[in-house]
Nanobody
Framework: QVQLVESGGGLAQPGGSLKLSCAAS????????MGWFRQAPGQEREFVAT???????????YYSDSVKGRFTISRDATKNTVSLQMNSLKPEDTAVYYC????????????????????WGQGTQVTVSS
């Protein structure tokens, strides 16, 4: 049974930092996309960042415009994990953050779509408030 388990959410002040981690079990996603989405109350789930396998241990990284330059996604192929370092946090970053993985080698036009990912974590709350 495939499981994605997130950790690291919590409360941060505006301008602060948090790091999210996601560990996959049940199968290897080393050759496949893993990333992060988020969902704020009353809003649809939206793309945050993801990674796409390029060969060896290399991954391309993709970010939404709203987090580019503030968030950094990373993969550890040896541990089947994906992490999200979030810096310069803003109140509008408040949401439940979900780890996601795909069983398909996605193309560029689908890499940020929720429907492209078939495995999801349970979500972890991130609240940015003073």
């Amino acid at each position: 049974q495939v499981q994605l388990v997130e950790s690291g959410g919590g409360l941060a002040q505006p301008g602060g930092s948090l790091k999210l981690s996601c560990a996959a079990s049940g199968r290897s996603f080393n050759d496949y996309p893993m990333g992060w989405f988020r969902q704020a109350p009353g809003q649809e789930r939206e793309f945050v960042a993801t990674t796409r396998f390029m060969g060896g241990y290399a991954y391309n990284k993709y970010y939404s415009d709203s987090v580019k330059g503030r968030f950094t996604i990373s993969r550890d192929a040896t541990k089947n994990t994906v992490s999200l370092q979030m810096n310069s946090l803003k109140p509008e970053d408040t949401a439940v953050y979900y780890c996601a993985a795909s069983s398909l080698r996605l193309i560029m036009s689908t890499i940020s779509k929720t429907g492209s990912y078939d495995y999801w974590g349970q979500g972890t709350q991130v609240t940015v408030s003073s």
